[in-house]
């Protein structure tokens, strides 16, 4: 049984560029997680979604930024026109069932975004 | 003994001794606790978690405690060995809405010498 699978497993865009990040969630999950990760600091949530809903993208910019998670593949986080702040990694995480508190998480090996 | 970088704290250990990490959470209506174990360049893995309506829970040589009073957790390793060494977070869930958007602390590396 695969774990959370993200590719690439690192990305370089200049800035101006877009990015496009992958998440393929363990197989049976339908709730998807982003976080990011600053250079030793802790994970930050982006946004939860379930297939084809936001449910909460609280902690994703307003601007340049945006996540699906299609009815078919794996969820996408967007970031357009980077900035060198968007260096970072991109973890995503996968929960099956939405049972609230204690339904375990589990993430992915994460995507490290390098602006030059 | 323990010590503040200039970016993660560190806690260095002999291997074979017991390790307590210690984490101060921030949101009072938090019910559930967990903690993770971040190797380098890869990510979270989960260690042990615990729910508010309890304050002890332990797994395989790991302990977790948790102080709702002052809002504190610990983690704690019994014979600490090589392979533990990597950064502890500590994360929470931090809202009621019926789904873990977890807040997580600022991590603790550990690092065990022979």
């Known amino acids: 049984n695969a774990g959370v699978m993200q590719n690439p497993r690192h990305l370089v865009r200049r800035r101006g560029q877009e990015a496009r990040l992958r998440c393929s969630p363990m197989?049976?999950?339908?709730?998807v997680y982003w976080y990011r990760q600053l250079p030793e600091e802790g994970l930050k949530f982006m946004v939860y979604?379930?297939?084809?809903?936001?449910?909460?993208e609280s902690g994703m910019p307003k601007e340049r930024f945006s996540a699906e998670f299609p009815k078919e593949g794996p969820s996408i986080l967007r970031i357009q026109q980077v900035v060198r702040g968007d260096s970072a990694a991109y973890f995503c995480?996968?929960?099956?069932?939405?049972?609230?508190?204690?339904?375990?998480?589990?993430f992915g090996p994460g995507t490290r975004l390098t602006v030059l | 003994g323990e010590s503040v970088g200039l970016h993660l704290p560190t806690l260095s250990v002999q291997e074979g001794d017991n390790s307590i990490i210690n984490c101060a959470y921030s949101n009072s209506a938090s019910d559930y606790f967990i903690w993770y174990k971040q190797e380098s360049g890869k990510g979270p893995q989960f260690i042990i978690d615990?729910?508010?309506?309890?304050d002890k829970r332990q797994g395989q040589r790991v302990t977790v405690l948790l102080n709702k009073t002052v809002k504190h957790l610990s983690l704690q390793i019994a014979a600490t060995q090589p392979g533990d060494s990597a950064v502890y977070f500590c994360a929470e869930n931090g809202i009621s809405g019926g789904y873990n958007k977890l807040i997580f602390g600022a991590g603790t590396r550990l690092a065990v010498h022979p």
């Open positions: 979604l379930q297939k084809e809903n936001i449910i909460d």
């Open positions: 197989k049976g999950h339908s709730h």
């Open positions: 995480a996968s929960s099956i069932t939405l049972q609230g508190v204690g339904d375990e998480q589990f």
């Open positions: 615990i729910r508010s309506n309890m």
